[in-house]
């Protein structure tokens, strides 16, 4: 079996700019509908001040202050770019307007710089260690995917799929639900469901890679043999996925392999084998800590 692509950054997608923006825009809705406290100050001025950081880090979410601050009609004036690294209490960016719009979205704006950068921050410390293998999982919070998702990117990781329609991927519940279904064996479902992807990917007329997630080294034989583009191998320790990713790359020409499951900062380290494709974790969105950040007036 001849996997159609052998692509090793198979499992990095470019986040949608506009998702992002309609997200910002419902979050500052939600948030800052009425500012009670402007209102009873009757505040009517211009004002300037700056965001700085109480860490240093890599920022990230630069992009979208600006946008959010340049959609009200604020001028912004960004320090940094991106991925930069910044130390301690260094200004980021700068902002000049009408005092009452800018209170109304200052906090959004922290807010998504703080979660953004604490991604990226982490998911750096994840790369320095295994490079560009580190992925990260579909397990970030509702709605905020695309955030942390671009974040993970910035910090030089792989992004996996942004939704379910990125991709194949063969979860045992899949399987187990197609095996009960045709009441056979979860191997003869397994064997099944990849043919029925591969048909349905060329129906399609374009390509998806399809992954199978696997818990035996009897189940990731199958699923390589089957014609899977990706292995995941699901909670294996770093001996046994090692072990068993040369056993199939030497049988499979062009398979992928992904080890997930139980990785941490501690411990990815002895995951990365050339045999070893992608690393992933849900450790660099579900558990970074954010960025603490502040604004203060000039």
């Known amino acids: 079996m001849v996997r159609e692509n052998k692509n090793s950054n198979l499992l990095r997608r470019d986040v949608n700019q506009d998702e992002i923006n309609t997200v910002l825009l419902k979050a500052l809705e939600l948030d800052a509908m009425f500012d009670i406290t402007s209102d009873a100050l009757g505040l009517a001025t211009n004002v300037s001040g700056r965001i700085f950081n109480s860490k240093a880090c890599y920022v990230s979410g630069i ?6 601050f340049e959609k009200n009609n604020v001028k912004v004036n960004a320090f940094h770019k991106d991925g930069a690294f910044i130390k301690k209490d260094t200004p980021i960016v700068e902002v000049f307007g009408d005092s009452r719009t800018i209170f109304r979205i200052i906090r959004t704006a922290l807010d998504v710089m703080m979660l953004m950068s604490g991604i990226t921050t982490l998911t750096r410390k994840f790369h ?3 490079g560009k293998k580190i992925t990260a999982v579909r397990k970030v919070y509702p709605c905020l995917g695309s955030l942390e ?6 910090g030089k990781g792989n992004t996996h799929r942004l939704s379910l329609a990125d991709g194949y991927l063969l ?3 899949y399987v187990e639900a197609y095996s009960q279904m045709k009441k056979i064996t979860y191997l003869e479902a397994l064997k099944d469901s990849i043919e029925l992807c591969r048909k349905h990917r060329e129906s399609n007329k374009k390509y998806f890679f399809i992954e199978a997630e696997v818990r035996t080294e009897e189940e990731a034989e199958i699923a390589a043999q089957a014609g899977a583009d990706i292995v995941m191998l699901d909670n294996f320790d770093h001996k ?4 068993l990713a040369k056993k199939l790359k030497t049988k499979y020409r062009g398979l992928l392999i992904e080890v997930s499951g139980g990785i941490t900062i501690k411990n990815c380290e002895k995951y990365n084998n050339k045999c070893i494709d992608f690393i992933s974790t849900s450790r660099i969105t579900f558990y ?8 203060r007036l000039d």
Request: aromatic fraction near 14%; glycine fraction near 0%; charged fraction near 35%.
């Open 288 to 295: 970074a800590k954010p960025i603490d950040m502040y604004f």
């Open 149 to 154: 998702k671009k974040a993970v990117s910035i």
């Open 63 to 68: 992009e979208e202050v600006k946008y959010l």
């Open 240 to 243: 046994t996925a090692i072990k």
């Open 128 to 130: 320095k260690k295994i």
């Open 171 to 173: 979860k045992p519940f």
